[in-house]
């Protein structure tokens, strides 16, 4: 009797301490309140042109093909989302420009139905206007997560997992792909990951609500399995936050990710904001940061605090001459959504200068800026703006900045 009370207090002191330690916040650092104000848009060079995407948006199920779950974009104009483009200025497999996005609004389905839409693609173009599939590539690269491979959040919700929020980067010669699975079960990715060691130890806890994963390709065609490279389970976040957004960028080798976290129901992170973004660091792009090491981003000025109902809802973040630059989409984070769009700017990666004149005032998604050229102290940026009617719109402008570092971070192919 006595030894079974023993254990059971030693279990309780066990979850206990485990539950405190799921507490512990990001590292918050010092506001630096010298961060200048700059215009990051003054104006466009090219006036927003809407772009037309020719691909497929498929949402069948792994070995199905079912021409009803298929869609041709081409002429639509309005079914995508979440961009991310590298730009090559002497061209990769013969093409400047590369765009991963995820197809979802629009024609591709409406409310619940278009998660299985929302699945990695890749297309390419030379004038960022008109984007095509390379000719031996079929998209998408990851087919929608079946019924078996999925399980329910929440209560009253159907059984379906599903991909978004991708994001890439080019490094050591090669595409790295990242992107966030919800809803899927570690046995499922398992069966489609690597057979690797990484793979067996981040899928060897209990499910976990969101993960993100990598795939990498040296022709942008042929991908290698996915691998996982962080999940919502402990330690990577407290109580299966929501890894929104996630966004990654090379530094000096390594890579930094970014990313929004929900924080707007109890505030238990130690953050004033209804969500806020903390920054992960990995040297190999694979293994990054537990939650407790992250370290929280700081704006020096949030427009959108005048508003206490609005957050950061989707980011997208480029690193190029020494400055790293964010797209920031706020909005009603109860409702799950975004409206205006900002853009910031950072020295040092954790303190950003928000330009508080916003690109967009209304129906605003997450969008993308890359840097095209550096000469002096001049950076030409394109930008994908990508709105909640599915639309993208493309345009390029200059940013004036002192002291660019001669490294422009400009992706080269061989």
């Not at 420009?97 to 024609?107: D, E, S």
């Not at 949030?302 to 109902?309: S, T």
């Not at 910031?344 to 928000?354: P, R």
């Amino acid at each position: 009797m006595h030894s079974t009370l023993y254990w059971l207090l030693i279990l309780l002191l066990f979850l206990s301490c485990a539950k405190m330690e799921e507490q512990v916040p990001a590292i918050q650092i010092s506001i630096d309140s010298t961060v200048r104000p700059v215009k990051l848009l003054e104006k466009y060079n090219i006036p927003p042109t809407k772009i037309n995407i020719h691909t497929q948006a498929n949402a069948n199920f792994p070995k199905f093909n079912y021409s009803q779950y298929i869609f041709d974009l081409s002429g639509v104009n309005n079914s995508y989302c979440h961009p991310d483009v590298l730009y090559f200025p002497e061209g990769f497999q013969g093409y400047e420009y590369w765009m991963v996005f995820t197809p979802y609004f629009g024609k591709v389905g409406q409310d619940y139905f278009s998660k299985r839409y929302e699945n990695p693609s890749i297309v390419v173009s030379h004038d960022g206007l008109t984007w095509v599939n390379l000719p031996v590539l079929r998209n998408p690269i990851q087919a929608c997560p079946s019924v078996k491979e999925s399980f329910r959040e929440m209560k009253g919700e159907s059984i379906q997992g599903f991909w978004s929020d991708v994001d890439w980067i080019f490094r050591n010669d090669e595409l790295e792909l990242y992107y966030r699975g919800s809803c899927i079960l570690q046995q499922a990715l398992m069966k489609r990951g690597a057979k690797s060691l990484n793979n067996r130890k981040k899928l060897s806890q209990k499910n976990a609500i969101r993960n993100i994963v990598r795939q990498t390709s040296t022709d942008g065609v042929n991908w290698t399995a996915l691998e996982v490279a962080f999940t919502s389970n402990f330690p990577s976040t407290p109580k299966d936050n929501h890894l929104i957004s996630p966004s990654f960028i090379e530094v000096n080798g390594d890579v930094i990710a970014y990313e929004v976290e929900f924080d707007w129901q109890t505030k238990r992170y130690g953050s004033f904001e209804k969500t806020h973004v903390i920054q992960r660091h990995s040297e190999n792009g694979l293994d990054f940061s537990p939650f407790k090491e992250c370290k929280q981003v700081n704006f020096v000025n949030a427009p959108w605090r005048e508003n206490e109902n609005l957050g950061i809802w989707h980011l997208n973040v480029c690193y190029v001459s020494g400055y790293y630059f964010m797209t920031l989409s706020v909005g009603r984070i109860a409702k799950y959504t975004s409206d205006l769009l900002y853009l910031a700017y950072s020295k040092d990666g954790l303190n950003f200068y928000v330009d508080p004149k916003p690109v967009m005032t209304e129906n605003a998604y997450r969008s993308a800026i890359f840097p095209m050229k550096v000469l002096n102290d001049q950076i030409t940026f394109g930008g994908i703006w990508g709105n909640k009617l599915g639309e993208f719109y493309y345009s390029t402008w200059d940013v004036n900045l002192p002291n660019l570092s001669n490294n422009s971070f400009l992706p080269k192919s061989n």
